[in-house]
């Protein structure tokens, strides 16, 4: 059994910082891609940004230049770093990781963890 527990949500002013954390734990060998999603109230879940094993990043538009998503293996954990928030960044934000199949040909599993609140005032 695998799972994500997130961390480090919380509430910010605007133009404030926030650093999120989320650690896999179980059984656990090795870890694919690892992301952070974030769904406001009354809107669909969105991607926000992505990082591979390897450490390339991805990020969704309406937060480049001010987010950072890491990850330390060693850890099993991925962080992202939020800088200059904005009133529209308030949203329940996801923890997603992918794992590869254990043995030959088994399944990959995708596991998401519970969220954490990140509430950013004007």
């Known amino acids: 059994q695998v799972q994500l527990v997130e961390s480090g949500g919380g509430l910010v002013q605007a133009g404030g910082s926030l650093r999120l954390s989320c650690a896999a734990s179980?059984?656990?060998?090795?870890?694919?891609?690892m992301g952070w999603y974030r769904q406001a109230p009354g809107k669909q879940r969105e991607s926000v940004a992505g990082i591979t094993s390897g450490g390339s990043t991805k990020y969704a538009g309406s937060v480049k230049g001010r987010f950072t998503i890491s990850r330390d293996n060693a850890k099993n954990t991925v962080y992202l770093q939020m800088n200059s928030l904005k009133p529209e960044d308030t949203a329940v934000y996801y923890c997603?990781?992918?794992?590869?199949?254990?043995?030959?040909?088994?399944?990959?599993?995708?596991?998401w963890g519970q969220g954490t609140l990140v509430t950013v005032s004007s």
């Open positions: 997603n990781a992918d794992f590869p199949p254990t043995v030959v040909g088994g399944m990959p599993l995708e596991v």
């Open positions: 179980g059984s656990i060998f090795s870890i694919d891609a």
